[in-house]
């Protein structure tokens, strides 16, 4: 890895993978009504699983969150810094 890919990291160490249970697990504490629809996450999930900066297959390099519960949340966006210009996740 290099070193401005080690940098935009913060956190994402093989050390601190999560399992699919722990990430079930927050899933499942998530209200209702804070979630987005299953097709705009899938649509989410698939912009990330396509995104250079997904570490493990689970974290963001840029903010460091575990995508699959950033990308369910109504209320956020997708990190990368490019996505305020072009925005990877859709409305």
Do not use: F
């Not at 699919?20 to 697990?25: G, K, T």
């Not at 998530?30 to 629809?37: G, S, Y």
């Not at 097709?39 to 297959?57: F, N, P, Q």
């Amino acid at each position: 890895m290099s070193a401005n890919r080690a940098e935009a990291c913060k956190g994402c160490t093989s050390s601190v993978q999560v399992t699919d249970a722990q990430i079930e697990r927050l899933l499942s504490r998530i209200k209702p009504e804070d979630r987005i629809d299953d097709d705009r996450y899938k649509m989410r999930l698939e912009a990330c699983a396509s995104c250079e900066s997904l570490a493990y297959g689970t974290t963001c390099m840029h903010c460091g969150c575990l995508v699959r519960l950033r990308a369910s949340l109504k209320a956020e966006r997708c990190p990368h810094p490019l996505s305020q210009v072009r925005p990877k996740w859709p409305a």
